[in-house]
């Protein structure tokens, strides 16, 4: 099965966001206090997401994840990313190699030195596929980080300091 990356456009990122995991749609509550999922506040946040962003797309032409970076602070970048059930199933080793990738590319740009992931507490699956497949080391756990009271967990990938 082949891939395409591309940019998301706002049908894709709203695609996605109806047709986002489980796991992730939890995430999103946790993470905005929200008490119901609304695919298109979802959609919206995306969208409204700064910073490089790619979308993959299943041989079928259908979006499968959308993800991308944004700036928390000079230096150090936020990765993001929402996919399907289905997208992920069929083309999971895609995503890890072009997501692996993707996440090399941005540490090695000068303006970079901290790249970081944080998620809901609890997602196992979703922490070993941080550390096998994107080379992403536990930092800490982030008690009672979420806007729901959750517990969170960092990952972080950090440049190696250049001795002059």
Same mark, same amino acid.
């Given at each position: 099965?082949?891939?395409?990356?591309?940019?998301?456009?706002?049908?894709?990122?709203?695609?996605?966001?109806? $047709?986002?995991?489980?796991?992730? =749609?939890?995430?999103?509550?946790?993470?905005?206090?929200?008490?119901?999922?609304?695919?298109?506040?979802?959609?919206?946040?995306?969208?409204?997401?700064?910073?490089?962003?790619? $979308? =993959?797309?299943?041989? +079928?032409?259908?979006?499968?994840?959308?993800?991308?970076?944004?700036?928390?602070?000079?230096?150090?970048?936020?990765?993001?990313?929402?996919?399907?059930?289905?997208?992920?199933?069929?083309?999971?080793?895609? =995503?890890?190699?072009?997501?692996?990738?993707?996440? +090399?590319?941005? $540490?090695?740009?000068?303006?970079?030195?901290?790249?970081?992931?944080?998620?809901?507490?609890?997602?196992?699956?979703?922490?070993?596929?941080?550390?096998?497949? $994107?080379?992403?080391?536990?930092?800490?756990?982030?008690?009672?980080?979420?806007?729901?009271?959750?517990?969170?967990?960092?990952?972080?990938?950090?440049?190696?300091?250049?001795?002059?």
């Amino acid at each position: 099965m082949s891939v395409t990356v591309t940019s998301p456009t706002v049908t894709d990122l709203a695609y996605l966001a109806r $047709l986002m995991r489980p796991d992730e =749609i939890e995430q999103y509550m946790a993470g905005t206090g929200a008490a119901e999922y609304d695919p298109d506040e979802a959609a919206r946040l995306f969208v409204a997401t700064p910073g490089p962003a790619f $979308l =993959i797309v299943g041989d +079928d032409g259908l979006p499968a994840v959308a993800g991308g970076f944004f700036r928390v602070r000079p230096g150090v970048w936020e990765g993001w990313q929402a996919g399907t059930v289905d997208g992920w199933a069929k083309h999971w080793r895609a =995503i890890s190699r072009i997501t692996r990738r993707l996440n +090399d590319q941005m $540490l090695a740009r000068p303006d970079v030195h901290r790249l970081q992931l944080i998620a809901l507490a609890g997602r196992d699956k979703t922490f070993e596929w941080y550390e096998r497949a $994107l080379g992403y080391a536990h930092e800490a756990v982030l008690r009672r980080y979420c806007a729901n009271g959750s517990d969170a967990v960092m990952f972080v990938r950090i440049k190696p300091v250049q001795e002059d």
